[in-house]
């Protein structure tokens, strides 16, 4: 009864940097998502996958890549971290685009 | 420019008491409004989900209205318990109207503090 499972939970990184974020999810849901949260913002899209083998940029792409590996797993990455991405990550899930999004617990990144 | 604006941004209330917050949108075309429930340190928990035609939709000491002319949302919450501390999020969803799906647009959240 996991759902949606992030790892890790927090992270402190040096800038420049690289790491990937993983995310699986259990409910064989077609649509994965990645958010980023801000203080004082709401959550924002990076990058989602609609299905297996597709990805799609979000409203804040820039920095990061994805990689949809199968139906059940879809990570995040960042290949030269800058302080501008000390965030809270959340990786999501959903049956379909447009239908409830289930999230993971998040993983707290700090860019020094 | 979809844009989804909650108020108030904080609330502080006693045990008991009720409480309403509310969810003003832009977006378009509307397609669905949720309200997610979020825990400190944890991620969001969907509460209600309330399409164009829905007026009113309760979860248990939850009740979230829509009234679509005004593009205006508002959950009240019953008798409250301290559990109920936490963020509230609105999240709009808009059709896209090229390529199909939907696009999520999420408020910033208002975070409410129930206090003894």
Known sequence: NAGVTQTPKFQVLKTGQSMTLQCAQDMNHNSMYWYRQDPGMGLRLIYYSASEGT?????????????????????????????????????????????????????????? | KNQVEQSPQSLIILEGKNCTLQCNYTVSPFS????????????????????FSENTK?????????????????????????????????????????????????GTGTQLKVEL
């Not at chain 2, 669905?32 to 399409?51: A, C, E, F, H």
């Not at chain 2, 939850?62 to 002319?69: G, K, V």
């Open chain 1, 55 to 112: 990805t799609d940029k979000g409203e804040v792409p820039n920095g990061y890549n994805v990689s949809r590996l199968n139906k059940r797993e879809f990570s995040l990455r960042l290949e030269s971290a800058a302080p501008s991405q000390t965030s809270v990550y959340f990786c999501a899930s959903s049956e379909w685009v447009g239908t409830e999004a289930f999230f993971g617990q998040g993983t707290r990144l700090t860019v020094v």
């Open chain 2, 32 to 51: 669905n409004l949720r309200w997610y429930k979020q825990d400190t340190g944890r991620g969001p928990v969907s509460l209600t989900i309330m399409t």
């Open chain 2, 58 to 106: 309760s979860n248990g000491r939850y009740t979230a209205t829509l009234d679509a002319d005004t593009k205006q949302s508002s959950l009240h919450i019953t008798a409250s318990q301290l559990s109920d501390s936490a963020s509230y999020i609105c999240v709009v969803s808009a059709y896209v109207l090229t390529g199909g799906g939907n696009k999520l647009t999420f």
